[in-house]
Every structure is written in C-alpha cells, then in structure tokens.
C-alpha cells in the first residue's frame, strides 16, 4: 500500500500547477474555472481517475488511524507474569525445504534454547529434494546423540507446501505448545522462557514476537526491506493488538497452543497466507492473540531482487485469497463494528496494486485534462491528497524508526524516498499477484531462498538457488522509461511540481526491472547455461516455504 502514496502526491501535484500547461489555451483567470463543461473524453479519464484516487486515498488514511492507534495504545503493554512452577511440554516445529546453507544454524540455535529437555521436542519437517536431506539428517543425528530430543520427518511428496508439513508434523505432536521457526531464523536461549509465561492466560492461543534482521545492512534493498518490516511489527501488529483488533501471526518467530489450532480447523493450504488464515478462524471462534515487540527473533532478508520480488507477490495474492476467504465470515460475526471495518483494510490492503497501475495510465492524460480547473478545486480535493499521501508515508515508517532506534532515528529519513521508489517497483508484480487471487487463478509458487548471509559478509552470487526473472522486469524496465518520457514533457511544459514525484517512478521501475536483469544475466553468463539448480516453481494456489 506504501506505494499507493506516491500516485496519490502526483496526482495532488497536479492541482498545485496552476497555469504551467502553456500549450493549452487558458480559459479565464477565474479561480472557480473548474466549473466547466467536460466533454466526453474528459469525462472518460477523469471519473476513473478520481474514483481510483479516492479509493486509495482511503487507504491512505488509514495509515495515519494505524499510527494514531498506535500512540493511543502505546502504554497497553502486558506486565509479564510469574514463571510457571511446572513447565508445560514443548513441540518446536522447523518447516524447511532445499535450506542446505542455514538448517544446520538454525537447529544449533534450537538445541541452544534454555527450557527443561525432557519438555522440549523438536521436528524437522523436511520436504527437501536435494543434499539437504543428507545435511538435515546429519545434524539431528548429532543433536540426538548429544541430548536433544529432536526426529527428522521427511516426506517423499509436498502436498499442502508449509501449511501440509506442519499439519503432518502435528500428526506426532506430543507438545501443549507449539514453536515455529522457518529455516533462517534464529531464536535467542530464552525464547521459551519469555513466551511461555503469558499462557497462563488460559485464551490466548498464540504469541507472536518481533523479527529482527542479521543482514539489514547488507545492501541498499536490505535496508529498504528492514524498513518495510518494522513499519508491520510496530506500527500496524502494535496499534491492532494493542487496540483489540484482530492482528495475525506471521509463519515463524511465534507460539501456539495446540488446543486452538486444533479448534480453529488446522492448518489449511487453500492460500498461500496459510499463517493468516488460521490466524482469523482462531480470532473468530474468540481465542486471544499477544503481541511481543520486546521479544525478538533475527531473520535473514532475501539479498536477491527477483527472491525478494516473488516473496512480496506471494504475501500479496495470499492474503487477497484470505480475504476472500475470511471477509465475509467476519462480516457476519457477532464483532464490534472496529475489529470488522480493520479486519477489511487489513486483508484488503493490496488492492492498491492494481489500482495504482490503472492510475499510472492516466496519470498523463489527467494532467492535461486538470489544467481548466483552479485553485478553489486544489484546496477542496488535491491538498487534502497531498497530505493524506505524503505525510502518512512518512508518519507511518518514521514512527516505527523513532520507536525503534530513539537516537538515530532522524538517519533513516534519507531512505523514506527509495523505501516509495521501491515500492512502486514492486507494483506490476504485485498487481498481477493480487487479480489472479481475485478471480481465483492457479499459479506458479516461487519460495525466498536463503543464502547464510549475516551483516555486510558473505554473499549469494555463487550459491545455488534461484527465482526466475521471467517476462516481468522487461514492463518494469518499459514504464520506467515512460515515466522518463512523462518528465521530459513535464519539463518541456514548465510543469516543475509534478517532476521530483514521476522520477520516483523512474528510479522505482528502472531498479527494479534493471536489477532483476542484471543479476539473472550476470548469473547465466557465470554458468554459461542457466543457474544452478534454479528454482522452477510448481503449480499451486496453496502456500510454500
């Protein structure tokens, strides 16, 4: 939605240009001279154009109601409470599939967690079809001989992808509660101890807590992606939970209780947000869910453009398929009028994807179009659009920055202009991702490989593992070099304004289209062929690794 911001700052833009469109003959200096008569072409772009405007617009103030809930909220943080005097029993579930560089990471930090070992069994769930398998055996063969309680499960198909391997795991599932870490997340020693308290609750049913990043200083796009993400953990998972709202759990880093997955229906694998999913029939049969900020759990970033790429289309049409799904089950919940009306932007929020291609379109046409309406019109529509759009982008990623780093937040202001860059990068993808949930159309699913990559060393070029380019970078890269096209008219016409917000669509599509060019060349001129074991995603409208 973040990139939505940036359409709806133009299109403001526009109304601030006054008489810059020298080329058209001016009609009177009245400053209600938006009163006119539109004729039929005018019309045809200027009610889509408006229609689409005024939806996202309200997505964009809802991003100031997420930080204001936030704030409101801030102070509604659970005390911890006593530690148990008899530990309850433990599953540690660790979904992986073709993780040869990071399982044996992530099972030492497992066997490094301090919780009582005859409490604690671990799973791992391995649907790996290359030397994983040998890798993943081998370190739970050491692990068991050196104490830990911990089964290798390999299944021979991957029916169901992440969703059917935890369903399975649970088959054997002796523990009241079950951990879940994905392959490149390492939980801290007292992870079990600082989540397992709050159950003592006997409704809540899942603890989630916050991911941090051991390469968010990789790269450029590390740093974006680090950005993107604790806007979600602070402001959007703190102003839900804190508010009452429903918030959901986000696959790895967090506690269930076995009772209410078993409750809520299981794990299902009709979208490829299973975590969300099971998350709202949870919420909706009245289990309590516990947001953590404090608690944290380091992750690795994708470092690749195409893997971050496939990762976001996939959180984007899995949680459209939630809401189609879920929506109208809320709706006719016995909820409070808030939970439902946030329940529907929340899982409704990646329409803006293909909403704002649709406006990218008429974007220059409406500049010619607005140039018969004045000033009167600009304070009625473009000025509150302007500060709906520029400021909640802001707000919304800087008040997660402050939250976070209280001393050197002010640093992270210079990365507010290509955190919207890249997001408008990601927008074809996306919006492809977000219609083919709409009208229910299978698709091939690419999983976000990971590479062992931690700080600033190490890198991911001669590694295996890859998510194809495909045809997408190749529009990317087409729309950057029209929006190219749209500044030099701008200029040409002395639109000044609107000129700073197209190059935002420049750098966004040329990144990256040219990125995902770049690195998928560079890696079949390395090999000659193609790269190693590329990835080749399998059919499916249900979720993966």
Not at 6 to 15: C, P
Not at 54 to 65: C, D, M
Not at 248 to 258: E, K, S
Not at 290 to 302: A, F, G, Q, V, W
Request: with cysteine; aromatic share 14%.
């Amino acid at each position: 939605m973040f990139s939505a911001d940036a359409i709806l700052m133009i299109a403001a833009a526009q109304g601030w240009l006054g008489d810059s469109w020298s080329h058209v003959t001016a009609p009177s200096r009245d400053p209600f001279r938006g009163i006119y008569q539109f004729n039929a072409f005018d019309l045809a772009i200027m009610i889509p154009y408006f229609i689409v405007l005024g939806v996202l617009a309200a997505y964009g103030f809802h991003r100031y109601w997420l930080v204001y809930c936030y704030s409101k909220h801030c102070a509604n943080v659970p005390s911890k409470p006593a530690e148990p005097a008899n530990w309850p029993k433990v599953t540690i579930q660790l979904p992986i599939y073709n993780e040869r560089y990071v399982v044996e990471r992530l099972v030492e930090a497992i066997s490094r967690l301090d919780y009582p070992p005859g409490l604690l069994e671990v799973q791992v769930l391995d649907d790996s079809t290359d030397e994983t398998q040998e890798v993943a055996r081998g370190c739970v063969e050491r692990y068991r001989a050196l104490g830990l309680q911990i089964r290798y499960l390999h299944r021979t198909h991957r029916e169901g992808y992440k969703a059917g391997a935890l369903a399975e795991g649970l088959n054997s599932a002796s523990g009241e509660f079950i951990a879940i870490f994905d392959a490149d997340f390492q939980p801290g020693p007292d992870f079990l101890r600082c989540t397992l308290p709050y159950f003592s609750d006997p409704n809540l049913a899942m603890v989630q807590t916050r991911w941090t990043y051991l390469n968010r200083d990789y790269s450029a796009l590390t740093e974006v992606e680090s950005i993107l993400l604790d806007g979600h953990f602070v402001v959007e998972h703190g102003a839900r939970a804190r508010s009452g709202r429903f918030f959901n759990f986000n696959g790895t880093a967090g506690v269930w209780r076995r009772k209410a997955i078993d409750d809520a229906g299981g794990w299902q694998h009709d979208t490829l947000t299973e975590d969300t999913d099971l998350s709202y029939r949870a919420q909706l049969r009245g289990w309590r869910f516990l947001y953590l900020p404090d608690i944290e759990c380091p992750s690795e970033l994708p470092v690749e453009m195409n893997a971050f790429k496939a990762q976001q289309a996939r959180w984007a049409k899995g949680l459209m398929q939630t809401a189609k799904k879920i929506l109208p089950r809320v709706w006719r919940a016995d909820l409070p009028a808030g939970v439902k009306t946030e329940a529907f932007f929340h899982l409704t929020a990646n329409i803006s994807y293909p909403l704002m291609v649709v406006l990218s379109t008429l974007l220059l046409p409406a500049m010619i179009v607005r140039f018969y309406q004045g000033w009167v019109q600009m304070l009625l529509i473009d000025l509150p659009l302007f500060l709906a759009s520029s400021c909640s982008i802001s707000g919304f990623y800087l008040t997660a920055q402050r939250a976070l780093y209280p001393k050197s937040w002010t640093r992270k202001i210079v990365y507010l202009p290509f955190v919207m860059a890249v997001g408008i990068g990601l927008s074809v993808r996306n919006a492809k991702a977000v219609l083919e949930a709409i009208f229910g159309v299978q698709s091939e699913f690419a999983r976000t490989p990971k590479y062992r990559i931690e700080g600033q060393a190490g890198t991911w070029r001669r590694k295996s593992y890859r998510n194809r380019a495909g045809w997408m970078p190749y529009v990317e890269v087409g729309l950057g070099l029209y929006f190219a096209a749209t500044v030099y008219y701008s200029i040409q016409n002395e639109n000044y304004f609107t000129a700073p917000f197209l190059l935002l669509f420049v750098w966004g599509y040329l990144y990256t289209g040219m990125m995902s060019l770049g690195q998928a060349w560079l890696e079949r001129l390395r090999i000659g062929v193609r790269p190693p074991e590329e990835i080749r995603p399998a059919p499916s409208g249900v979720p993966g690794f």
